[in-house]
C-alpha cells in the first residue's frame, strides 16, 4: 500500500479566519482527491502568521475554535489534517501563565481528535512569542491509522521546535530538544508546521539543518512553511520534504503558493527546483511577494510612486510593475530647476519600458511660494537643507494629495543605506504607505537593476527591452537633486564602504572598534555610527519596510531614540 502526505503551502490574510479556513479545505479537497492520508499545513494556518496582538481579544480566540471545529466537519473524512492554531492554557491566571499555546490541532472524522502545542518560543528579532504562548508540554505524537493491520507514529513539531540543533548555531539555544525526544518515542514520522520569514541565504541554512535532523534522527521530515507577505515580513513558502537520508523528495515553489503531494516509496522523484539563479533574483522575487501582498491585503489596487530618473524609484517602479501589474502603477515626475535633463529623460524611458503611466508636475511655481512666504522670516539667513528639505516635501505633499484623490497607496523609495543613515527627508521623500526597499542596500539596488537588465531576466521577456533599467540610471553618479551639482558622495562615503560598514553594525552587530579593526578609517566608522543613531526617530515614523536581510528596521530593530552611546 502507497502512502502519501500532502502540504498545503498557502498565504493566509492575518484574522481572515473564515477565509484562510475555507482556503484550506478546498486545498485538503485538492490533496484527498490525490490519494494523501495526511496534509500538513503552516504554523498558525487558522488566523495566519504573525497574528500579533489579535490573540489579546478572546473572542478572537473563540472565534479561531468555533472555526476550526467548523473545518473539520467540513473536511473529507479519509484524510487527517493538521492546522496551525492556538488553545487556551488552562494553568494561566492573573499570577502567573501566559493564556495561550501555540498549536496544531489533529483534525478527522470530523472533529479535533488532538492538540499538540508548540515548546521553543522565539523571542528574537522579529519573534515575539513569549508576550502571548505558554511554553508548550504534553504528548507530541499521534497514532495515523492506515489500514486495519498498518499504522504511523507522527511526531509535531511547530517551528522554532526544531531550530535547536548545536550543528548549526554551535550551542543548543534551548534546554530541550522536542526533535530528540520525539524521536526517541519511537516515531515513524516527524512533522514540523512553520512560519519562517524569508531573509536572503536562509533557505541554505533550514535545508541543510532539516536535512541534519533527518538524518541524526534517521526519520523522515515534513515541513510546511507559510508564504505570502504580512506586512513588513515575507514568508517565501519552500516547503520540503526530506527522507531519513536527508535528501530532499519534494520541495515547494518559492513566494507561491503550492500543493504538494508526497510519496517516499517513489524513488527517483527529482523535487522542484525553489532556489533562485542569484540572491537578486531571490530578492527581486521576495520584493514582488511584499509589494502584491501588501497592497491587495490592505484592499488597494493601484500605487503612486516618484518618478526621479534615479536608480532607487526605478527599481521600486519595477517591483510594483511585477507585483500589480503595469496598469496599475502610476509614476509622478516632478522636476525643479535642479533636475537634470536626463533626470526626466532617463524617468519617461523607464516608465515606457515598464509600459507604466506617467504625470508630470513641476515644482517650481510651490517652491516659489514657500520661499515668499518664508522671506520675511529667513531674512538674512542663507539657503540650506531647509530648502532642499522643502522640495521633498513639495513632492511627499502632491505624492499624498494623489493618494487620497485616487485611493492609491503612494510607496516610499528610500533604500536601506539611507534609511540607516537618515539621508531622507521626514514628512517628504519618506511619505508613503509601504517602504518597499528599506532593507535594500544600495550596493544591492545596483546589483539587482543590473541583473535585471539581463536578457534572460523575467522583465526583460515580458517587456520585450534589452534594457528595463534604462542604463544612464545606472551609471550616473546618484544624487538627491536638491541644489546644483549635487551627488550623494558629497555627504555620505563612496556605497561600498558605506554598506559594509552598515552590514558589519546593524547585520552582524559588531561594535565601532571591531569595524575599524577589520579595515575601514575610524572617521568614517565613527561618523557613520553617530549618523545611524541620530537617525532612530526618522526610522520610528517610517513606513514599514520589506523585511529581506536577516536584520531589518523594523519589528526586529528596537532602538530607543533618547539615549546616549558613545562614540
Ligand atoms: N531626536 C529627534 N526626535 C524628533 N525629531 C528630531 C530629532 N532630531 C531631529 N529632529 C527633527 O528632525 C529634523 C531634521 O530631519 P529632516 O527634516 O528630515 O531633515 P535632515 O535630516 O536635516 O535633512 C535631510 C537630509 O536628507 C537628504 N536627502 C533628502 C531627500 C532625499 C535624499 C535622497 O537622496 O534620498 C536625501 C538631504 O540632502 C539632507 O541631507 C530637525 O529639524 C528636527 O526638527
Ligand atoms: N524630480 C523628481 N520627480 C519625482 N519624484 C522625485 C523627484 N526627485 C525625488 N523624487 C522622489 O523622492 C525620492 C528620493 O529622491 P532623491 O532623488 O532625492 O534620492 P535617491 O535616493 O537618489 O532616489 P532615486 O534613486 O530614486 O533618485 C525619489 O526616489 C522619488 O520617489
Ligand atoms: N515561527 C517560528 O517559530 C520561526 C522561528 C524560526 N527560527 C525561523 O525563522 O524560521
Same mark, same amino acid.
Given at each position: 500500500?502507497?502512502?502519501?502526505?500532502?502540504?498545503?503551502?498557502?498565504?493566509? *490574510? *492575518?484574522?481572515?479566519?473564515?477565509?484562510?479556513?475555507?482556503?484550506?479545505?478546498?486545498?485538503?479537497?485538492?490533496?484527498?482527491?490525490?490519494? #494523501?492520508?495526511?496534509?500538513?499545513?503552516?504554523?498558525?494556518?487558522?488566523?495566519?502568521? =504573525?497574528?500579533?496582538?489579535?490573540?489579546?481579544?478572546?473572542?478572537?480566540?473563540?472565534?479561531?475554535?468555533?472555526?476550526?471545529?467548523?473545518?473539520?466537519?467540513?473536511?473529507?473524512?479519509? #484524510?487527517?489534517?493538521?492546522?496551525?492554531?492556538?488553545?487556551?492554557?488552562?494553568?494561566?491566571?492573573?499570577?502567573?501563565?501566559?493564556?495561550?499555546?501555540?498549536?496544531?490541532?489533529?483534525?478527522?472524522?470530523?472533529?479535533?481528535?488532538?492538540?499538540?502545542?508548540?515548546?521553543?518560543? =522565539?523571542?528574537?528579532?522579529?519573534?515575539?512569542?513569549?508576550?502571548?504562548?505558554?511554553?508548550?508540554?504534553?504528548?507530541?505524537?499521534?497514532?495515523?491509522?492506515?489500514?486495519?493491520?498498518?499504522?504511523?507514529?507522527?511526531?509535531?513539531?511547530?517551528?522554532?521546535?526544531?531550530?535547536?540543533?548545536?550543528?548549526?548555531?554551535?550551542?543548543?539555544?534551548?534546554?530541550?530538544?522536542? #526533535?530528540?525526544?520525539?524521536?526517541?518515542?519511537?516515531?515513524?514520522?516527524?512533522?514540523?508546521?512553520?512560519?519562517?520569514?524569508?531573509?536572503?541565504?536562509?533557505?541554505?541554512?533550514?535545508?541543510?539543518?532539516?536535512?541534519?535532523?533527518?538524518?541524526?534522527?534517521?526519520?523522515?521530515?515534513? @515541513?510546511?512553511?507559510?508564504?505570502?507577505?504580512?506586512?513588513?515580513?515575507?514568508?517565501?513558502?519552500?516547503?520540503?520534504?526530506?527522507?531519513?537520508?536527508?535528501?530532499?523528495?519534494?520541495?515547494?515553489?518559492?513566494?507561491?503558493?503550492?500543493?504538494?503531494?508526497?510519496?517516499?516509496?517513489?524513488?527517483?522523484?527529482?523535487?522542484?527546483?525553489?532556489?533562485?539563479?542569484?540572491?537578486?533574483?531571490?530578492?527581486?522575487?521576495?520584493?514582488?511577494?511584499?509589494?502584491?501582498?501588501?497592497?491587495?491585503?490592505?484592499?488597494?489596487?493601484?500605487?503612486?510612486?516618484?518618478?526621479?530618473?534615479?536608480?532607487?524609484?526605478?527599481?521600486?517602479?519595477?517591483?510594483?510593475?511585477?507585483?500589480?501589474?503595469?496598469?496599475?502603477?502610476?509614476?509622478?515626475?516632478?522636476?525643479?530647476?535642479?533636475?537634470?535633463?536626463?533626470?526626466?529623460?532617463?524617468?519617461?524611458?523607464?516608465?515606457?519600458?515598464?509600459?507604466?503611466?506617467?504625470?508630470?508636475?513641476?515644482?517650481?511655481?510651490?517652491?516659489?511660494?514657500?520661499?515668499?512666504?518664508?522671506?520675511?522670516?529667513?531674512?538674512?539667513?542663507?539657503?540650506?537643507?531647509?530648502?532642499?528639505?522643502?522640495? %521633498?516635501?513639495?513632492?511627499?505633499?502632491?505624492?499624498? &494629495?494623489?493618494?487620497?484623490?485616487?485611493?492609491?497607496?503612494?510607496?516610499?523609495?528610500?533604500?536601506?543605506?539611507?534609511?540607516?543613515?537618515?539621508?531622507?527627508?521626514?514628512?517628504?521623500?519618506?511619505?508613503?504607505?509601504?517602504?518597499?526597499? &528599506?532593507?535594500?542596500?544600495?550596493?544591492?539596488?545596483?546589483?539587482?537593476?543590473?541583473?535585471?537588465?539581463?536578457?534572460?531576466?523575467?522583465?526583460?521577456?515580458?517587456?520585450?527591452?534589452?534594457?528595463?533599467?534604462?542604463?544612464?540610471?545606472?551609471?550616473?553618479?546618484?544624487?538627491?537633486?536638491?541644489? =546644483?551639482?549635487?551627488?550623494?558622495?558629497? %555627504?555620505?562615503?563612496? @556605497?561600498?564602504?558605506?554598506?559594509?560598514?552598515?552590514?558589519?553594525?546593524?547585520?552582524?552587530?559588531?561594535?565601532?572598534?571591531?569595524?575599524?579593526?577589520?579595515?575601514?578609517?575610524?572617521?568614517?566608522?565613527?561618523?557613520?555610527?553617530?549618523?545611524?543613531?541620530?537617525?532612530?526617530?526618522?526610522?520610528?515614523?517610517?513606513?514599514?519596510?520589506?523585511?529581506?536581510?536577516?536584520?531589518?528596521?523594523?519589528?526586529?530593530?528596537?532602538?530607543?531614540? &533618547?539615549?546616549?552611546?558613545?562614540?
Amino acid at each position: 500500500m502507497t502512502l502519501k502526505f500532502g502540504i498545503a503551502q498557502l498565504n493566509p *490574510i *492575518i484574522g481572515d479566519l473564515v477565509g484562510n479556513c475555507d482556503r484550506l479545505l478546498s486545498a485538503v479537497q485538492k490533496l484527498a482527491a490525490q490519494g #494523501v492520508q495526511l496534509v500538513l499545513t503552516p504554523e498558525l494556518s487558522v488566523c495566519g502568521y =504573525p497574528p500579533r496582538d489579535l490573540l489579546m481579544s478572546r473572542q478572537f480566540v473563540r472565534d479561531m475554535d468555533l472555526a476550526i471545529a467548523d473545518l473539520a466537519q467540513k473536511l473529507p473524512h479519509n #484524510v487527517a489534517v493538521l492546522v496551525g492554531t492556538v488553545s487556551i492554557n488552562p494553568q494561566a491566571s492573573q499570577m502567573g501563565g501566559k493564556p495561550l499555546f501555540n498549536s496544531a490541532a489533529l483534525l478527522q472524522d470530523g472533529k479535533v481528535q488532538q492538540i499538540f502545542h508548540k515548546r521553543l518560543l =522565539p523571542t528574537y528579532d522579529v519573534f515575539d512569542e513569549d508576550r502571548y504562548f505558554e511554553v508548550g508540554e504534553g504528548s507530541q505524537v499521534f497514532t495515523l491509522k492506515l489500514s486495519d493491520q498498518a499504522s504511523l507514529r507522527v511526531g509535531v513539531t511547530i517551528c522554532e521546535d526544531i531550530w535547536n540543533d548545536e550543528k548549526f548555531w554551535g550551542k543548543r539555544n534551548y534546554a530541550d530538544d522536542p #526533535v530528540a525526544e520525539l524521536a526517541q518515542k519511537e516515531v515513524d514520522l516527524l512533522v514540523n508546521l512553520s512560519a519562517s520569514p524569508y531573509a536572503v541565504g536562509k533557505q541554505k541554512l533550514r535545508e541543510a539543518m532539516l536535512s541534519h535532523s533527518a538524518i541524526v534522527h534517521n526519520l523522515p521530515l515534513l @515541513y510546511a512553511n507559510q508564504v505570502g507577505a504580512n506586512d513588513d515580513l515575507i514568508f517565501d513558502g519552500r516547503s520540503m520534504a526530506f527522507n531519513r537520508d536527508g535528501e530532499i523528495v519534494a520541495r515547494g515553489k518559492g513566494f507561491d503558493e503550492d500543493l504538494l503531494v508526497i510519496d517516499f516509496e517513489q524513488v527517483g522523484q527529482s523535487p522542484n527546483l525553489s532556489s533562485y539563479e542569484s540572491d537578486d533574483a531571490e530578492i527581486f522575487a521576495a520584493l514582488v511577494l511584499g509589494v502584491r501582498d501588501y497592497v491587495q491585503k490592505c484592499r488597494f489596487r493601484k500605487v503612486v510612486i516618484g518618478l526621479s530618473g534615479g536608480i532607487d524609484s526605478a527599481l521600486v517602479a519595477a517591483i510594483a510593475t511585477e507585483a500589480i501589474g503595469k496598469e496599475n502603477v502610476l509614476g509622478v515626475l516632478m522636476p525643479s530647476l535642479y533636475s537634470s535633463e536626463h533626470s526626466i529623460s532617463d524617468a519617461i524611458a523607464l516608465a515606457q519600458n515598464l509600459g507604466i503611466t506617467t504625470e508630470t508636475i513641476p515644482i517650481q511655481p510651490m517652491m516659489s511660494a514657500f520661499d515668499h512666504s518664508l522671506a520675511h522670516l529667513f531674512a538674512g539667513r542663507a539657503s540650506d537643507v531647509t530648502e532642499e528639505n522643502l522640495q %521633498s516635501r513639495i513632492r511627499g505633499s502632491l505624492l499624498m &494629495a494623489i493618494s487620497n484623490k485616487f485611493g492609491h497607496l503612494l510607496i516610499s523609495t528610500g533604500n536601506k543605506s539611507e534609511v540607516s543613515v537618515g539621508y531622507c527627508t521626514l514628512y517628504g521623500d519618506m511619505n508613503g504607505g509601504l517602504a518597499a526597499i &528599506a532593507d535594500v542596500p544600495k550596493t544591492r539596488v545596483f546589483s539587482i537593476c543590473e541583473w535585471l537588465n539581463r536578457s534572460d531576466s523575467p522583465l526583460a521577456i515580458k517587456h520585450g527591452v534589452a534594457e528595463v533599467i534604462p542604463v544612464n540610471i545606472i551609471t550616473k553618479p546618484p544624487s538627491a537633486e536638491l541644489k =546644483p551639482d549635487q551627488v550623494d558622495q558629497d %555627504s555620505l562615503p563612496p @556605497y561600498d564602504i558605506l554598506d559594509d560598514i552598515l552590514h558589519k553594525l546593524i547585520n552582524q552587530h559588531l561594535s565601532a572598534a571591531e569595524i575599524i579593526a577589520s579595515g575601514h578609517e575610524q572617521a568614517t566608522v565613527d561618523r557613520v555610527v553617530r549618523l545611524v543613531k541620530i537617525a532612530e526617530f526618522k526610522r520610528r515614523q517610517a513606513a514599514p519596510g520589506l523585511k529581506i536581510t536577516d536584520r531589518a528596521f523594523g519589528s526586529g530593530w528596537r532602538m530607543p531614540i &533618547a539615549s546616549k552611546v558613545t562614540p
